[in-house]
């Protein structure tokens, strides 16, 4: 039993108290309220990237031109490269899974035969910028490529029996992504790169889908006709056939994320298609169905437009705003190509309207940056410094 004496000085205590212990409660009430939306609020990591492609393996090949470049960038205030891995049918890295497949009678190697992409990986780490591998190609090959001379059943064909279509890099072939082998070898390729190499994560971009126009090889028309008991239509775009394309393809994507992150977890699963209605339309790549079932980490929208008012009207896409609220969004830019160049104006511009709307940047390509253009090195050099005044380093997750 307490003593009145001991009751009595606790409530003497309380009362003395007793302002104070209203005062931290309303303290505490108002730092809460004001601290959920700041934690809301924080800006999601802003992507300023660069592709590297095969064009810029007279820099890639080269130590010291790596380590110029990747200080440059540094000093740019750039945060990410995305170095080509899978161009042609070919690996750009010491490959056992390509050897054993007979795909790969070379290895890409840098001047004192070095392995480039550790290389690139290693300097680019040093100065705290990102490195994600990019399957350029996705399910594309040349018809004079190995893999294609090699693996013929493995490629899929149009309705009259046609196995090739035009595209920016020449005549190609597309392999069937619904064919099990085929997922195999592309997931395989995949694995060993996040596997073997301390990359950041990998992309696939607007050619890890299918052409509307393929689709009718043996196997995916047995395989369309027994689940929908119905064969496939002879319209091409016809909706059904479409969406069930596109599913497939969504579906071994799922499959691939979850191989990708079963063997590293925070590895940063990017992609960098075409802006949905054409990516859907003509390649049957539902990119927005990947992102809604959490298997995108990245998103980074070619809007290759020379016109300015049709590159706003693509960046200002619903899409675009829908995945920027959930992930780091980017818009992919040209800066240039050999045999046309991008004038630093319109460069300038494009990164500023993807700014204003709270968008990152990544130029396609490494070289266009500061050559083949209409202004000199030194221009350049100062235009593409004015784009990012203050550094934005992106946090490496190990």
Excluded: C
Excluded at 9 to 19: A, G, I, M, N
């Amino acid at each position: 039993m307490k003593s009145p004496f001991i009751a009595q000085s606790w409530r003497r205590l309380f009362k003395s108290l007793f302002p104070i212990i209203i005062l931290i409660s309303f303290v505490t009430v108002l730092l809460v309220d004001s601290f959920a939306p700041a934690i809301a609020q924080l800006p999601r990591q802003e992507i300023r990237g660069v592709w590297m492609t095969t064009n810029d393996f007279d820099t890639l090949k080269n130590r010291d031109k790596v380590q110029d470049a990747v200080s440059q960038l540094r000093r740019l205030n750039f945060n990410t490269i995305y170095p080509v891995v899978w161009n042609s049918g070919y690996v750009m890295y010491p490959s056992a899974i390509a050897q054993r497949a007979g795909i790969q009678p070379f290895v890409y190697k840098g001047l004192d035969g070095h392995d480039i992409l550790a290389d690139l990986i290693t300097q680019a780490h040093r100065k705290g910028l990102l490195v994600i591998p990019w399957f350029e190609f996705g399910f594309m090959a040349p018809p004079t490529s190995e893999l294609a001379l090699n693996y013929p059943d493995w490629f899929t064909q149009k309705r009259d029996g046609s196995q090739t279509s035009n595209s920016a890099a020449g005549e190609v072939m597309w392999l069937n992504p619904f064919l099990p082998q085929v997922q195999q070898f592309i997931t395989n390729l995949v694995l060993e790169t996040v596997t073997q190499y301390d990359a950041d994560g990998i992309q696939f971009d607007d050619h890890t889908s299918l052409p509307y126009e393929f689709g009718y090889d043996q196997y995916t028309v047995a395989l369309y006709t027994k689940e929908t008991k119905n064969a496939p239509p002879r319209d091409a775009q016809d909706a059904v056939w479409v969406k069930w394309r596109a599913d497939k393809i969504t579906a071994f994507m799922v499959q691939l994320n979850q191989a990708v992150k079963q063997r590293k977890p925070q590895a940063i699963f990017s992609i960098s298609p075409n802006y949905h209605d054409f990516a859907y339309k003509f390649h049957l790549q539902d990119w927005l169905s990947w992102m809604r079932q959490n298997i995108v980490d990245e998103l980074i929208v070619q809007v290759y437009r020379p016109d300015m008012q049709s590159f706003v009207a693509n960046i200002s896409r619903p899409e675009i705003q829908e995945a920027q609220k959930i992930i780091p969004t980017g818009i992919g830019i040209m800066a240039g190509l050999r045999n046309n160049p991008v004038p630093m104006q319109q460069i300038k511009s494009q990164v500023r309207a993807a700014q204003e709307r709270g968008l990152g940047v990544t130029f396609f390509y490494y070289e266009s940056l500061w050559n083949d253009a209409l202004e000199s090195l030194n221009e350049r050099q100062v235009g593409f410094g004015s784009l990012f005044p203050s550094p934005a380093l992106r946090a490496r997750v190990e």
